[in-house]
């Protein structure tokens, strides 16, 4: 019969087979660091996509041209009243200007006007 | 994900586009980010091994449908999650029982670690004068406190001495330098950081700087190397399988510290790597740099400096120019020679310099601009015109100067970021070239800053034992 045994499985095993009752007892500390991350709100979703203004946000990699354009043509033939503002706007987040790029961008998606943005590609 | 961080506190609802293989990591830095919220909407498969067909089959068919759930769905705040102090003992155990603990949580990397009690810990901190819960700095992509103490913690764990202190903390000032760029850290190229040090530190401490200097064997250069991937781990939060956000494909080990030949440099009367940072002759320096890939060994023989300096062009040539596309891309490249000091002693009869060397270097590393212009078809779905990138992307106009793909752009940026280390085995003509993923993993360099009464630390060097089954002697505080 095949095991299905995981390596954790084999290390509860063996300890349990080792008698530790005679050995050091060690009160650890933890590795980690303090989380500094703070919940974002969320924003609010569920608009009719007729009246939204979408931006399109590319990191110029993984085809990312091809996706947006299949996707804003689809959704101006789904939804005639939806304005598409195209990645050119907002520029490369991924190039050698990343950091600055990135940190433009809420002042570019105000700009524009932007309701909701889609980003890629990640892979 | 950053950029949909960056949205959504401005107010704006984001919705990501990811391929299969990197859907948990997006949901994990998501989650590290606090926009949990943020849709995630998937690409299955491949994208660079489809074709435009199956792209457009694929987003009309999966992505589009997603992305339209996604604009209807109300989002989810993200749930808050009560995590220990940082001098808590969260667990109290047998030596096996603290392995399996730490295993299970995946706070360790596959290996065994020393039980981080807080008398050990103490121990470490009794060789910095820094107040214990100073925060270092804020590490990506988990966003944890990097502090003296869990540096503190995680040197114990690694199994170094503690007065391998002050160097860890420099290695982990380092990281936490926003031009090193650990936001990149968990990426697929897999590079991981090496420690340089360069100081009379490395002669106190027994650092090992020839035969093997890259091996693991020595206690300092290996328990050192291997803290920082282990700090990389549990603070940073890069975690491979079955972790989420280290998304090396294939990866690489942890490097051992490099520990410069400081009697070799100054006997050739060459500048040690510290000076060429910017640092004085007194001070100990860390350095720590990204590796992506490294040379076979490379052999240099012959009695003037063009002979030796052929096979390291050749083999630099071959090992940096098929990723150079990346580097000219983003304009960064720090390569960095080992080259033991028999080579670099054959150089300096010959008259030349580090910066002869660095200058011979840029004008002959060359890469032919069709492969620039095609290799981004499999680093990421499409090739790309050099024209196009001087247009769009902001590459200097020389780089498109010619259509001609058979003409030869240089590999390095600038003839300055080329490091040249001397370690190795004296005796043999043997370099290495460790090629630096371009800006992710910059070299940065801090200084190590010791305890003020730490004076243990600051004496001459005692001369290196002939070899010996006694243990290296513990240095008391």
């Known amino acids: ?123 | 994900m950053r950029a949909c961080s960056v949205a959504e506190r401005a107010g704006v609802s984001s919705y990501a586009i990811v391929s299969t293989g990197f859907l948990k990591q997006a949901r994990a830095i998501a989650r590290a980010v606090g926009i949990s919220s943020a849709w995630i909407a998937e690409y299955p498969g491949v994208v660079p091994n489809d074709s435009a067909e199956v792209v457009e089959r694929k987003v009309l068919e999966h992505v589009l449908p997603s992305l339209l759930q996604g604009f209807a769905t109300p989002a989810e705040a993200l749930q808050e999650v009560a995590e220990p102090g940082p001098s808590d003992v969260v667990f109290k155990g047998a030596l096996d029982e603290v392995q399996e603990h730490f295993t299970e949580r995946l706070w360790t990397d596959g290996l065994p670690i020393v039980p981080p009690t807080q008398n050990r810990v103490e121990a470490f901190l009794r060789w910095t004068d820094r107040d214990a819960l100073e925060v270092i700095g804020v590490l990506p992509p988990e966003q944890r406190e990097a502090t003296v103490w869990n540096v503190a913690v995680n040197g114990v764990m690694a199994g170094c001495r503690p007065e391998y202190f002050p160097i860890l903390l420099a290695a982990v000032e380092a990281i936490a330098d926003p031009e090193f760029r650990l936001e990149d850290a968990g990426a697929t190229p897999g590079w991981e950081p090496l420690i340089i040090l360069s100081g009379p530190l490395s002669k106190r401490l027994h650092f090992n700087s020839e035969g093997g200097a890259l091996r693991i064997g020595r206690q300092a250069n290996s328990s050192i190397g291997r803290f920082l991937r282990l700090y990389m781990r549990n603070v940073a939060g890069l975690r491979t399988p079955p972790g989420d956000t280290d998304k090396a494909a294939i990866g690489m080990n942890f490097n051992v510290v490099l520990a410069e030949n400081e009697d070799a440099v100054t006997r050739i009367g060459w500048p040690p790597f510290r000076v060429d940072r910017g640092f004085s002759m007194a001070d100990d320096v860390v350095t720590v740099q990204s590796v992506v890939a490294i040379s076979p060994h490379i052999y240099s023989g012959g009695s003037s400096a063009l002979e030796h300096i052929e096979p390291i062009v050749r083999f630099m040539e071959g090992v940096m120019g098929p990723v150079s596309p990346v580097a000219i891309t983003y304009r960064r490249s720090h390569p960095l020679i080992v080259m033991s000091p028999s080579v670099a002693q054959a150089f300096a009869d010959g008259g030349w310099d580090k910066d002869a060397i660095r200058s011979y270097l840029f004008e002959h590393l060359t890469i032919d601009a069709g492969w620039v212009e095609r290799y981004p078809l499999h680093a990421s779905g499409a090739s790309t015109s050099l024209a196009t990138m001087v247009r769009e992307r902001g590459l200097p106009a020389h780089y498109a100067e010619s259509d001609d793909p058979r003409r030869r752009l240089p590999i390095l940026i600038r003839p300055e970021w080329t490091s040249i280390v001397l370690a190795g085995e004296p005796g043999r003509n043997q370099c290495r070239v460790y090629v630096q993923q371009h800006e992710q993993g910059a070299p940065v360099s801090k200084k190590v800053r010791l305890a003020a009464d730490a004076e243990v630390l600051r004496a001459p060097a005692v001369q290196e034992p002939e070899a010996s089954t006694e243990a290296t002697p513990t240095l008391h505080r």
Not at chain 1, 55 to 77: C, E, N, P, S
Request: glycine share 10%.
């Open chain 1, 1 to 123: 019969m095949a095991c299905r045994c995981t390596a954790l499985d084999f290390a509860r095993a063996n300890a349990r087979g080792i008698d530790v009752s005679e050995e050091p007892q060690y009160e650890v500390v933890w590795p980690l660091g303090r989380s500094t991350t703070r919940a974002v709100a969320p924003n609010t979703r569920g608009a009719d996509p007729q009246r939204l203004k979408v931006g399109f946000v590319w990191d110029y990699l993984f085809k990312g041209d091809q996706m947006f354009a299949t996707i804003g043509q689809a959704l101006r033939h789904r939804f005639p009243g939806v304005e598409l503002v195209d990645y050119s706007a907002f520029g490369n987040i991924h190039g050698h200007d990343e950091r600055a790029v990135v940190a433009a961008l809420p002042e570019r998606l105000r700009s524009e006007g932007v309701d909701a943005v889609i980003v890629g590609v990640g892979a």
